[in-house]
């Protein structure tokens, strides 16, 4: 079954939950679900999304375009955006959850040390003379680089392709822009669940258990520390930057 949301222009925090809702409908009507979401903008964590059709017991890999940040290896402007892919999957206790931006640097991040007046610890992009930079508030009239070269330059363009089936281009007529695309099944049509839960098990306890590296204390698994961090917060709070709160309290006045 299939969905094209329109977003009616609202931040993604709010669309996107929408759009997980529907996904997770389908899914449990028909076991497969292709749902693409157009005319919003920002998402935030693509994990977070994810992380709701995976606990529903469903397989999920998620795409999502935005406007132009990013700029490809040897061009003098930015075409592209930073351009999530994201995969995540059914487990025992906590989800399997791969989500990555294409870009060497994401737009919230570049976007907060912008506004803290802060520069990256390397060169991430160039300027808008086309001079490499590594200062947040110049990569910003510039461009950032994809990640991995021409590797992750053809991984952006590919999403930003994608992004224009969830109809990137009806938010302001430009086809690099917003787009967001959900490909969601139920593993059941597959095999059974608790199969595929015991062979993900097994295989991720393998990688964790391969001899490691001197000085290395664990062989880490995509979504893992994000899980502890997430409860270490609950217990501790959270650390948001002076600047940012007295910002957010401007923003309430």
């Known amino acids: 079954m299939s969905a094209l949301l329109d977003g009616g222009n609202n931040v993604g925090y709010i669309s996107l939950n929408r759009a997980v809702e529907i996904v997770i409908e389908k899914v449990r009507q028909s076991g497969v679900a292709i749902v693409g979401l157009r005319n919003s903008w920002f998402a935030g964590r693509n994990a ?7 606990r529903e017991g469903f397989a999920t890999i998620y795409f999502g375009s935005s406007s132009p940040t990013v700029v490809p290896p040897g061009a003098m402007r930015k075409a592209l955006g930073t351009n999530p892919i994201a995969i995540a999957l059914p487990g025992n206790a906590d989800p399997f959850i791969f989500d990555m931006g294409t870009a ?25 003379h086309g001079a490499p930079t590594r200062i947040a508030g110049e990569l910003l009239e510039g461009g950032v680089l994809p990640f991995g070269g021409h590797k992750g330059y053809g991984l952006s363009l590919a999403i930003q392709s994608l992004g224009l089936m969830a109809g990137a281009r009806m938010r302001n007529g ?16 597959l095999m059974p669940a608790e199969q595929f839960k015991s062979e993900m098990e097994e295989l991720l306890a393998k990688v964790r258990g391969l001899p490691r590296q001197a000085g290395v204390s664990e062989i880490r698994i995509p979504s893992e520390r994000g899980f502890r961090e997430r409860e270490l917060r609950r217990k501790q709070g959270i650390l948001v930057n002076k600047r940012v709160v007295e910002r957010l309290q401007q923003l309430t006045k």
């Open 174 to 189: 430009d086809v690099s822009d917003f787009g967001y695309l959900f490909v969601a099944f139920n593993p059941e049509l």
């Open 48 to 54: 977070y999304y994810l992380e709701k059709i995976a």
């Open 104 to 128: 060497s640097v994401m737009s919230g991040e570049l976007l907060m040390k912008a506004f803290l007046g802060e520069a990256f610890h390397e060169v991430v992009g160039i300027d808008r």
